[in-house]
Each structure stands twice: as C-alpha cells, then as structure tokens.
C-alpha cells in the first residue's frame, strides 16, 4: 500500500526566515506529486505539480518554490517568509495514466508566520 | 473557467438523520468529480470519485453521491449520521487530460453532528 509522510506536521516561523516542507511517498513508482495551500478557514489551491524528478511546474505565484530531488520526494521552500504565507500545506500524489486525476493526500503541514 | 459552488458553509445534523451536501459545478464538458473530507487538524481523505457510467457513486463509510448533468450538480447524501461524520466536506472537480491534474475545489461545508 501507498503512503505518504509529511514534515514537519507544523511550523511557527519568523517573517523573513527560511522555510522547508517535504513530502514522500512510499509504494509507488514514479507518481505525479503535487503541493496545494489551505488559507486559514479556506479552500485548497494548487500550488506546484511535477510528474517526473526534476521538473516542476508552478501554478500559482506565492514567493514559493518547489523542487524534486527524487522520484519519492516533493519539496517547497522559500527564502524568505511572508505574514500571507500562514495556512495549511498538502502534498498529494496520485498515479500515472488511467486514474491520475485522484489524488491521495498527505496529513499537512500548519504553518504559523509571526 | 471551472468552478465549483458550494452553497452551505455551515450544516448541523442530530446523529442518527439524513445528510445531504450540496455541490454545484461549472465547466463546459462532464469534469471528473470528486467528495473529500478533512477532520480537525488532518489531511484530506476521498471520500468517493466520479469519472463516467451510473450517476449514483458508492464511496466509504456509507456515503453516496449523485451526478446530474442537467443540474450541473454532485450531491453528497448519508442516511444515518454518526457523531464521527463532523468535519468538513469538500467538492472538487478536474478537467479531463489536464495538464497538471488541477483539483478545484468548493469552499467546503463544516458538518456538525449532534449527539
């Protein structure tokens, strides 16, 4: 079976300083990752997705940057924190072709900027 | 562009009554549909999917869900809710051969049930 670990499970982080949240996946080769945010009390935006290790690609412009260094494991950075960065960080996975649009979701990330 | 509306924000049930979430979406062909729950402080977890075939869809804990074309609506139903069931409901659709596989998401609908 598939699963997915994501850390931390939150971060109270200062304006201004770095920030790094990961995700892996364990039981499935070469799935499409994808990171989404959750505003506080909000819906969920797609932030990132990459379908293959190396590329990403961006969907929403939020200061944020993410990368895939292997094919089990997604991460999103920032140099440098924003107060409109707090909320709720997913990533999520699903498989290739046929049933790719279900995406399965890890159990987040709260982040805190003070 | 695609949306999806979600009209009640808010929705309390005494254990044991029917639930009904409503979801209505805007997109120019038949998207893929989706129902996902969030529990306080947790992940999203799918609920259950609708891609093509019987408009009535089966998913866990005895949910169910109904596609209609003409209403350009996914409804989520339970017969008999559980104090268990209090979370937040989202609906979500994807367009099919996206690129990407870009969920959107409704607002969501806060269930609450009362013992």
Known sequence: AQTIHQWPVAEIKAVGSPLSLGCTIKGKSSPNLYWYWQATGGTLQQLFYSITVGQVESVVQLNLSASRPKDDQFILSTEKLLLSHSGFYLCAWSGGGAGAETLYFGSGTRLTVL | ?115
């Not at chain 2, 808010?10 to 549909?33: D, F, I, M």
């Not at chain 2, 996914?74 to 979500?92: P, T």
Request: with cysteine; glycine share 6%.
């Open chain 2, 1 to 115: 562009a695609q949306s999806v509306t979600q009209p009640d924000a808010r929705v309390t049930v005494s254990e044991g009554a029917s639930l009904q979430l409503r979801c209505k979406y805007s997109y120019s062909a038949t998207p893929y549909l989706f129902w996902y729950v969030q529990y306080p402080r947790q992940g999203l977890q799918l609920l259950l999917k609708y891609y093509s075939g019987d408009p009535v869809v089966q998913g866990v804990n005895s949910f169910e869900a109904e596609f209609s074309k003409s209403n350009s609506s996914f409804h989520l139903q339970k017969a008999s809710v559980h104090w268990s069931d209090s979370a937040v409901y989202f609906c979500a659709l994807s367009m099919p051969n996206s690129a990407g596989n870009k969920l959107t998401f409704g607002i969501g609908t806060r269930v609450l049930v009362r013992p």
